[in-house]
């Protein structure tokens, strides 16, 4: 049987703010099947370091955006 426990204080939560936005990718090497892409981190990082930045392109077909890649944000 769960034991429930009574807490009477207080509690600290830290929530980081969204961060900015990166900077605007620039094509650096492309050909056919590939691009090579470069983009200056977000000026501010909400207080949380950048995990990952997902990288997305517009369908062919259609004009939804899908998911293309993910890279590291220490990249």
């Not at 909400?46 to 369908?59: H, L």
Request: aromatic fraction near 10%.
């Amino acid at each position: 049987m769960p034991h429930c426990h009574n807490f009477n204080g207080h509690i600290r939560i830290y929530l980081p703010d969204e961060p900015s936005k990166p900077g605007r990718p620039e094509p650096k090497n492309w050909d056919k099947d590939f691009v090579d892409l470069e983009w200056a981190a977000p000026k501010d990082d909400g207080g949380a370091p950048i995990e990952k930045y997902i990288i997305q392109m517009r369908d062919k077909e259609g004009r939804a955006w899908v998911d293309a890649a993910t890279v590291p944000g220490s990249r």
